[in-house]
């Protein structure tokens, strides 16, 4: 069952490398803040979110922010997707107006998933009872439905495939925690 288990994350994981490198996924976008963003801030307001993916993992100086939603020329959360600052373990600093923002170079997982890993990890508080939940059931939504697009539509089979195999994994884990 372990080995089982462990051999469908790493397929899974190669899926989502993949997928992202020949959907082009793996662009590097920047764009500049218009407005100063303080310690306590939950909106970066951008002079462009063109080329930024629609949820994702941005850079300002040294500091990791997580976003789950952007609008032309803001970045934002919401109540069970928040912003998350000081993702990765970064320290959460005031930035000036003018300051770069880019996205982080070599997500390999895809911008989505690695906003969901932040908020399952860095996020605190009450809020966490909400978010990380949330989080995990994205993570598990992409689990369950690859991007298999990159193999192209005579190949689709093996969305239904993988569908079935993780279903099987889920019920063995099942079985195997909660007893016969």
Aim: hydrophobic residues 50%; contains cysteine.
């Amino acid at each position: 069952m372990g080995k089982g288990f462990m051999f469908m994350l790493l397929m899974w994981m190669c899926i989502c490398i993949a997928g992202g490198v020949v959907a082009g996924q793996m662009d590097f976008a920047t764009t500049t803040l218009t407005a100063t963003v303080d310690e306590d801030d939950a909106i970066l307001t951008v002079y462009s979110t063109v080329g930024l993916p629609e949820t994702g993992v941005v850079v300002l100086e040294d500091e990791h922010i997580g976003y789950s939603h952007k609008t032309s020329t803001t970045l934002y959360g919401s109540v069970t997707a928040p912003l998350v600052r000081g993702a990765d373990n970064t320290e959460v600093v005031s930035h000036a107006a003018g300051t770069f923002v880019s996205t982080v170079p070599g997500a390999m997982m895809g911008m989505s998933m690695a906003y969901n890993v932040v908020a399952l990890t860095d996020v605190a508080g009450p809020r966490a009872v909400i978010v990380a939940p949330l989080a995990l059931f994205r993570l598990l939504g992409s689990f369950f439905n690859p991007h298999l697009e990159f193999l192209g539509t005579n190949l689709a089979i093996i969305t239904y495939l993988w569908m079935i195999l993780a279903v099987g994994m889920v019920v063995a884990l099942a079985v195997n925690l909660f007893g016969r």
